[in-house]
T-cell receptor
Framework: GAGVSQSPSNKVTEKGKDVELRCDPISGHTALYWYRQRLGQGLEFLIYFQGNSAPDKSGLPSDRFSAERTGESVSTLTIQRTQQEDSAVYLC?????????????FGAGSRLTVL | DAKTTQPNSMESNEEEPVHLPCNHSTISGTDYIHWYRQLPSQGPEYVIHGLTSNVNNRMASLAIAEDRKSSTLILHRATLRDAAVYYCILRGGAQKLVFGQGTRLTINP
């Protein structure tokens, strides 16, 4: 597609349930990033994928959070046993390569509300 | 931690130029300076980026200090649609990208 696609756009879930958020990067983009943005806050780095290299998971806040990416395609962010503090917009971004010369393209985000 | 420092907020008037500063004193030789902005209820969007020389595009200009330890995003003639949070980040090679809090720009009519 022309842009980064994220789904669902909105998700309301009950505390304790698992959720999966999906990111479809721009075709051919090897670098993919996930961020969390709580209401009124900045972007909080979660995880970074670059091609077939091991992902940088240093931003994942707890072991309830995990993410996968198959090759250079779709990525899924999974949150297990959701808590109310997980409520946020989850943003995905991709770039052609992980190089300073390449720009990031962001998706519109997935808004997660945990009741 | 973010490698850049920006003012939390700035205010300007419509149709006037806006200069948004960013400090990045620990920039390395291979780091590009990127600017993104986030309009209300949207994902961030690319504005401009550069390495050493000043850059212009249809959205804005980027002025980079000679020692590269600071830069300024210039909106030549602000409109109400330019009200957003502006983020300045450094991007080098294969590494995670950490965003700071950005500058919230308010445009007065």
């Amino acid at each position: 597609g022309a842009g980064v696609s994220q789904s669902p756009s909105n998700k309301v879930t009950e505390k304790g349930k698992d959720v999966e958020l999906r990111c479809d990067p721009i075709s051919g983009h090897t670098a993919l990033y996930w961020y969390r943005q709580r209401l009124g806050q900045g972007l909080e780095f979660l995880i970074y994928f670059q091609g077939n290299s091991a992902p940088d998971k240093s931003g994942l806040p707890s072991d309830r959070f995990s993410a996968e990416r198959t090759g250079e395609s779709v990525s899924t962010l999974t949150i297990q046993r959701t808590q109310q503090e997980d409520s946020a917009v989850y943003l995905c971004a991709s770039s052609q390569r992980a190089s300073g010369a390449n720009v990031l393209t962001f998706g519109a985000g997935s808004r997660l509300t945990v009741l | 931690d973010a490698k850049t420092t920006q003012p939390n907020s700035m205010e300007s008037n419509e149709e006037e130029p806006v200069h948004l500063p960013c400090n990045h004193s620990t920039i390395s030789g291979t780091d590009y300076i990127h600017w993104y902005r986030q309009l209300p209820s949207q994902g961030p969007e690319y504005v401009i980026h550069g390495l050493t020389s000043n850059v212009n595009n249809r959205m804005a200009s980027l002025a980079i200090a000679e020692d590269r330890k600071s830069s300024t995003l210039i909106l030549h003639r602000a409109t109400l649609r330019d009200a957003a949070v502006y983020y300045c980040i450094l991007r080098g090679g294969a590494q995670k990208l950490v965003f700071g809090q950005g500058t919230r720009l308010t445009i007065n009519p």
